[in-house]
């Protein structure tokens, strides 16, 4: 067994069993001819090699029991689909609950639609063939009536992240039945998030997890398949695309750009936003602030990747192309009392967001967030059409819902916003649990 296989397969079984994403299911991820998969007394907190082994059409029949039945269903999984890697059975309590309902989940988040599927089927038995047909058309999540879900990806990371966002949005239709219920996209506007985030978004991503693994992963040896069915590091060739110099020079655009990487990474550490979702923005001065790229992951960001942006023209300088939604943070710190604004996709915010309607603020959370946190309109992410639907939602608030999408939080500065960000997902949590 490959080594690198096994150690990617732990890291990854780690993060979900930690995360409470998974208890009795299974990781799989393409290999030669066949997957490398956990056993069923696989531990996930400590994977070793002896709870991975090799399956492929030759030797699969030799298994029995559950674990045959899920060999099968991850195995035809990931070849339904050239561009899957990995797979997984996931049971959350909300996702092994939503998929008691046999019922489809609607695109009730445009994350939900980008990373999971224009919608989430519901496969009409727990076999292979009924889980291939669920997963065909634009997805790469379908639940398992009774037992979970089956989630693909291109890698585990890619799992991990999609099984936060269904994990999420199973969550969010739970607890807003007794508050109105959610509102869904139409389906015209699912495929556009979708295809946008396939071709563009995910992109840049993608490359930056690949270079990072490549970096720590063992080259594999002739033969070999590398880890995760990507290719091996090509040699060294010259820069396909335009070198750029980064954008941040002085000392204190220095110290900015280190507060915004430390900020993002509070920000997934708190479970505010999820892989490359969201963005931040700090005022340099009344004509400049300093924003994250577009489409990369936090923990892989750098600080001198950080871009600075006319907030006028919205025209950027940097390594890397600023936020697409550059345009809201202008606006929100034109207002001379802000100097720093986030945007985010935490838990229980991305609930009311996908309830497309303001929320009434408890009034422990009041002095901080005011009386109600209104909701803007929904819009494709990085267009005219949200800014101005933005602009025109928040007034005085100091955050604002986007509907179907998140949050957007503004305050005097940088930990300012952070605070607003927390009290907010409390508030929202205190309103859907009341």
Known sequence: ??????????KYAKMLFEKKYIESGYIAVKEADGICITTATANFDDIKAEDVVFVNDKNIESYEGNFRAAAVILFCAVRQDKN???AAIVDSESILKYSQKHLPLQPILDDLAQVCGI???CAAKNVAAEVVTSLSGLRNCCFL???GAVVTGRTLNEVFTATLVLDK??????LAEGKGGTQHLGKVQAVLERVVYQLKYSKKNQEQQKDAAEHIADKPAD????VEGESPAPEAKPEEKEERATAIVTDEEKEIAQAIKDAGMTMLEENLVQGTWGNIAVKLDEKYMLATPSGLDYVLLKPEQIAKVDMETLEWTGTDKATSEKGIHAVLLSDGKYGATIHSHPFYGCILAAMDRPLPVPDEYKDILGEEIPCAKAALPGTKGLIKNVGEAIGGAPACFLAHHGVIARGKDLEDALNIC???EKACETYLKA
Not at 223 to 226: M, R
Request: hydrophobic share 50%; with cysteine.
């Open 1 to 10: 067994m490959n080594e690198a296989i096994v150690a990617n397969i732990a």
């Open 119 to 121: 919608s989430i089927k």
């Open 169 to 174: 949005a199973c969550n969010a239709e739970l």
């Open 422 to 424: 927390r009290a907010l």
């Open 84 to 86: 899957s890697n990995a």
């Open 145 to 147: 009536p009774d037992a």
């Open 223 to 226: 033969g070999e398949a590398p």
